[in-house]
Structures are given as structure tokens and as C-alpha cells.
């Protein structure tokens, strides 16, 4: 089946993924304020984390993440919807907002037609977040991550073969040997490396991959400084003053797609190296 972002990716170049959207201050992440921002910024795709409550309902919401983001120990799943519904998102202070946390089918029809929504954790509710996305008519919008798991694949295959999927993939990647006979849209991988000489950040593979229609991410984000996702060339790098070593050389690799904490600073170093339309 076919990459419907190919078509994106010539018109603009390398794209911008805004992690969890653009926030800081009063603004939380995974909130429907840091989606907007995050356009308003430049970002073409927007990033997100799904949950579920104990009745089944979804949310946009970390996994593991209620202490920083809901100032609460325990996990979302633990509580039905009516309760969920009545939390709040805590902001760079972990002080209360009156920002509430988002529903999955509200984000969606914010997001519908305006950028590719990259539904983050897909792979832990498979079956309810595709019949979400199906209701509404979003299958070409949405891109799913999973990981590499043999119960990750099939449940793609068998609830959402239509839509397309990027695994996560670290240091080498064999997906398109891999998923040659399966029913998966398969349009590219999250490529994750510890050092530039690792098989996925080579430009043979990256050659290879292109030459087969496909789409590459990279990650410049930094949750945590001691798991490296990309070789060092972070969004701290970037911001700190040396773009080049950061954003600028994983475009330049060839990576299409850069995901980034810092939406607005990407997107103008980008736009003004010429390496972004």
C-alpha cells in the first residue's frame, strides 16, 4: 500500500514532529493549547500519547507519566472516565491548570485536516484506538508507532492494516524483509542509534530505504540524557548553539522526518538553511 506522506515530504522537505505538541509555563503537554502551538510553530505532524481508563475510554496521556503530568501516584487505569474526565494537567510547576486532560476523539477532530497524528503507544489498545480513528474517517492522517514484538505486529495487521505504521526500530532494521508478506501499511521506521556508525544511521541504509518509498524518523528529543537516541545530535545541542551538529546533521543524513522538544526554533533553523520549504 502506498506512503501517503511522500507527497508531504517533496513539497516540504524534511518535516517537523512536535513531541507531545509545544508547551512550557501554563501550557502542558499533550494538551489541545501545545497541538496549536505546536502549528502555529511550524510543526507537520503532532505527537501524542494514548491511554485508557478503566471503562475502556481513551486519553491523551503518558503512560507512567500522572505523577509530572496529573499529580497523581496512580495510573489513569485505574479510574473510569467520569473520574478521568474531571482531571486536570499540571504545568511546568506541577501546579494545577485549567487545562483538562483531552479524549482521544477530541484531539482527533481538533487535529482532523490539519496535520499527520502520530498516535504514540498505539500498540498497548490496538483494537479500540483503530476503531476510534475509523469512525472518524482518519485512517491517511494518523501515523501508528509500535514496537517490534510479534503481538505488535499481528494486532496491526489484524485491527488496522489500512493505516499507516512505523515500528521502532534500534541500531539495525530488517521491516522491509520483515513485513514483505503482511497485510501492513508499512510506510518507514523510527530509526533509534547510540552512535553514527550504527547500521541504521548509515547512508547505505538510509539510500536503501528511500530507493523503497519509504519514510525515515529521527528523534532529537532528550527525556532522558543517558538513553541516546540519536547519536548525540539532540535538540540540547541544537539550542545551545550548534544546530548544525544537531538538526542540521540528521537532515542533511537524510532523515525525512525530525522529532523535536523545541518546534519553533527547529522549524526556523530549518526553513532558513534552506533544508525545510
Not at 49 to 68: C, L, N, S, T
Not at 207 to 220: P, V
Amino acid at each position: 500500500m502506498s506512503n501517503p506522506f511522500l507527497s508531504l515530504q517533496n513539497e516540504k522537505k524534511v518535516l517537523i514532529a512536535a513531541h507531545r505538541g509545544s508547551c512550557g509555563g501554563n501550557i502542558p503537554c499533550n494538551s489541545l493549547p501545545a497541538f496549536q502551538i505546536a502549528l502555529n510553530y511550524g510543526a507537520d505532524i503532532i505527537e501524542l500519547d494514548v491511554e485508557r481508563a478503566a471503562d475502556g475510554k481513551f486519553y491523551i496521556q503518558h503512560p507512567g507519566m500522572e505523577p509530572v503530568h496529573l499529580r497523581m501516584k496512580d495510573s489513569i487505569t485505574k479510574y473510569p472516565s467520569d473520574v478521568v474526565s474531571q482531571m486536570v494537567l499540571s504545568n511546568c510547576d506541577l501546579n494545577r491548570t485549567q487545562y483538562p486532560i483531552v479524549r482521544l476523539e477530541e484531539a482527533l477532530d481538533y487535529l482532523k485536516g490539519k496535520c499527520i497524528i502520530n498516535l504514540d503507544k498505539f500498540y498497548m489498545n490496538p483494537e479500540g484506538i483503530a476503531k476510534v480513528v475509523r469512525e472518524r474517517g482518519m485512517e491517511d492522517q494518523v501515523l501508528l508507532k509500535i514496537n517490534m514484538k510479534d503481538a505488535s505486529i499481528d494486532a496491526v495487521e489484524q485491527f488496522a492494516p489500512d493505516m499507516p505504521v512505523m515500528p521502532m526500530v534500534w541500531t539495525e532494521d530488517d521491516c522491509l524483509e520483515r513485513f514483505a508478506h503482511r497485510n501492513i501499511r508499512y510506510v518507514g521506521s523510527e530509526c533509534l542509534f547510540r552512535n553514527e556508525s550504527d547500521p541504521i544511521a548509515s547512508e547505505e541504509y538510509i539510500e536503501k530505504m528511500h530507493k523503497a518509498g519509504k519514510t525515515l524518523w529521527a528523534n532529537t528529543i532528550v527525556y532522558n540524557y543517558q538513553t541516546v537516541l540519536s547519536a548525540g545530535h539532540t535538540d540540547d545541542i541544537s539550542v545551545m548553539g550548534d544546530p548544525d551538529n544537531g538538526w542540521g546533521w540528521l537532515a542533511d543524513r537524510g532523515f525525512d522526518i525530525i522529532q523535536t522538544d523545541w518546534v519553533y526554533h527547529c522549524y526556523r533553523y530549518l526553513k532558513d538553511t534552506g533544508r525545510k520549504n
